[in-house]
């Protein structure tokens, strides 16, 4: 068969780019469930669904249908369900929904006026884990009065530094709290309060517990930007405790080890140092000594910092090994890096070449002209697309555009293998020359 004939790219080709996002796990490590976003040519609208593979190869299968946005997908602890977010009809604002694994309709558990962002299932399968900001009050009522509605935001008062965002807009006056929704009911209940603070990354212990989450507590949290603490409270609400035991700086996702002693997170040190690498700490979370940043003397940064005209790249919370020695984190956006905390080893994997190199205590497997992958961890194992800009073969390869996912275990001891496991096949751009 003749070489297709090449061509420059022109911005028809956006179209036929699709991004993989939000790649989770089944409990049993049998099957992969993901994301695709599309966008629609006549409407310029975004739209996705979700998709289930098996882990140990064959075809991916569309899971979810139709023209609206479902992400976040969360397996139940059972492996029965998935909790996803979707704007099926007509929600301006995503609501949770459960779908069974081995067929059947989505239900839609939650009607929460808000912006939603779904974490995860308590260990026991009882409640999901969300942090949610309310609709402002004014918003609401201007929906319920049509005069008011046709007449549109007359006038916007703030009373904070921060009041837009890029690709966002105009801030709510509300703050992002944590809630905890009853899995089998939907009602939900905000267990974090605060009129000019947020609450965000909160992770359940191993054992359901207690809820750890990062909050800037300070008086003027726009003003105070790298203000962050980390505090542990009861998973059903009540009393925070603030960990001491950490340094000024910034910091976000946390992950709890698996015997619950440890806390995981990426941060800086320090105020007014935006250069800085972002680095993996640990913590004890009962303060019995200061945080660690293992990461300092390597010049690393942890998270996936890049834009493209398709979207950024998705970081994820660092990786523990079964057995707490060792972890797994993104280095910028195209590594992977382990450190084995008791030898203080640190291995990079840049997907160069098919070679297998020790990290801590597991092996991990190269996956060849990738550039490298970067990992979220499911109950005992890890997974997540990879994207990257870049050239292959002379051609433009998709711009962020992941067809390959990486799935690893992460067995007793801390073994495990990253392998590809699935293949999405949207429509490639091999027949554009790499001209930028």
Known sequence: MPAPKKRLVTAEDLYSLQQLSNVSISPDGGHVAYRIQRVDRKTEKKYGNLWIVPSGGGEPRQFTHGNQSDYSPSWSPDGNTIAFLSSRAGNDN?????????GGEARKLTSIDGEIDLVGWSPDGRKLLCTIRKTDTEELEREKDEQKKKLGVVVRHYTRLFYKMDGYGYLPHERTHIWVVDARTGKGKQITEGAVHDENFPVYSPDGRSIAYISNRTEDPDANVEH?????????GGKPRKLNNTPLGAKFFLAFSPDGKWLAYFGTEGEHLDYQNTSLWIVPVDGSEPAR???????LHTQ??????????ETVAPVWSNDGKSYLFPGGSSRVHGFEADRHRWQEYDGSDRRRRRAGNGLVRQIPKTGGVFLRRDARHAASPF???GRQHGSLSDAHQPRLFCLGEVAQGGRGLVQRRGRHRPARLDHVPAQF
């Open 94 to 102: 995503p609501q949770i929904h459960l779908i069974p694994f081995d």
């Open 228 to 236: 962050d603490d980390i505090f542990v409270m009861p998973a059903d």
């Open 293 to 299: 940043n293992l990461t300092k003397k390597y010049d």
């Open 304 to 313: 996936a910092d890049i834009i493209t005209d398709f979207g950024a790249a």
């Open 387 to 389: 994207a990257r800009v």
